[in-house]
């Protein structure tokens, strides 16, 4: 009797710690162009109503960063482009931008190659909007 005890309470024990791991949830959907890959991330994740800072991580296919970008941000179409600065030569590019419901719940990235001299605009809705308490 008190083994079957034990056994239930490790049982237990394992189910609530998996319980815990709880898997973060990407911001939004990586995109692709031409041959570079393109994905968002927000701080603080998941992203919350008002300023947030947001990470563009532009690679290429076949994994090396593409540093050689101009990477531009909004969150309206009325709003002017606002220029993201790069985090050395890795390919990271960091801008703050106003989130709220509608139409501010989705960054606008604006992608001006150097070595090609084209220029995309790529739309990531967010995902996971949260509020500012």
């Given at each position: 009797m008190n083994r079957n005890i034990m056994w239930r309470a490790v049982l237990l024990?394992?189910?609530a710690l998996a319980g815990c791991s709880g898997e973060k949830v990407a911001d939004t959907v990586q995109q692709h162009w031409q041959d570079l890959d393109i994905r968002?991330?927000?701080?603080?994740s998941p992203p919350a109503?008002?300023?947030d800072e947001f990470l563009v991580i532009v690679t290429r296919s076949r994994g090396q960063p593409a540093w050689d970008c101009l990477v531009d941000i909004r969150t309206a179409d009325e709003d002017p482009w606002k220029q993201a600065i790069q985090d050395g030569r890795v390919g990271v590019y960091r801008r703050s931008a106003l989130v709220g419901l509608g139409e501010r719940s989705v960054v606008q990235v604006q992608?001006?190659?150097r070595d090609n001299d084209s220029t995309t605009v790529l739309r990531f809705p967010l995902v996971n909007l949260g509020g500012k308490s």
């Open positions: 024990s394992c189910m968002v991330e927000t701080r603080p109503l008002g300023m992608i001006h190659r």
